[in-house]
């Protein structure tokens, strides 16, 4: 079974996308093993401490280089991404010629208390993750406008239309992953 780490974008314990997370590894039945990754603990970026490269920054480009693919489950901050996943992001990127995103199977994700749903952090998003070599799902675009009674704390999805869709998201994302990911 393919194994993907999935990214929140969002620190906050009650985080709205966490659960949107929990909503599409539900939805994806079990046919996908999903674990997450810490992002909270990484400092902020800065080149002088590749001298002696943290522990969580090991951690972490070792979790993102063991997985098959990633989802990327994200906020909108301000018309953009939230800066500690782009920080995040950052640290796969270097050193020079350890980029761990290179060849990965990516999807995106994200919900916003908006109507659209995190849909320009999510292009932001998408167009930094290109720009890094991943490969990057197109479609479905999964642009959720949160409502309270959406997700519940387990992960269950209420609406029977929501929870078809994010259904039919992680079965793309499955056969995006055998079909451009490395074996
Ligand atoms: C600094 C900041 C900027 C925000 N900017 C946007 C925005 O541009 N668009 C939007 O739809 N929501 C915006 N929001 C509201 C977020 O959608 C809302 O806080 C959401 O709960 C964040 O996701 P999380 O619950 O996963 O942390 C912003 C929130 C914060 C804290």
Redesign the pocket.
């Known amino acids: 079974m393919k194994n993907v780490t999935v990214l929140?974008?969002?620190?906050?314990r009650?985080?709205?996308?966490?659960?949107?997370a929990r909503a599409i590894i539900g939805a994806a039945g079990g046919k996908l093993a999903f674990s997450f990754a810490e992002i909270g603990d990484l400092p902020l970026y800065n080149d002088d401490l590749w001298a002696s490269p943290p522990a969580a920054v090991t951690r972490f480009k070792s979790e993102i280089a063991a997985a098959d693919a990633i989802l990327l489950?994200?906020?909108?901050?301000?018309?953009?991404l939230?800066a500690v996943l782009k920080n995040a992001v950052d640290w796969g990127s270097k050193p020079k010629g350890e980029n761990v995103w290179a060849g990965k199977p990516v999807a995106i994700a994200g919900?916003?208390?908006?109507?659209?749903?995190?849909a320009?952090?999510q292009a932001h998003l998408r167009s930094v993750m290109i720009v890094l070599d991943a490969v990057v799902m197109g479609q479905p675009e999964v642009q959720i406008a949160?409502r309270p009674d959406l997700v519940s704390a387990d992960g269950a999805v209420a609406d029977p239309a929501v929870a078809g869709f994010l259904g039919g998201f992680a079965d793309r994302f499955g056969q995006w992953i055998d079909r451009v990911g490395n074996g």
């Open positions: 929140v974008g969002s620190l906050r009650e985080s709205i996308n966490r659960k949107l489950v994200t906020p909108e901050y301000n018309r953009s939230p919900t916003s208390v908006g109507a659209i749903g995190a320009v952090a949160w």
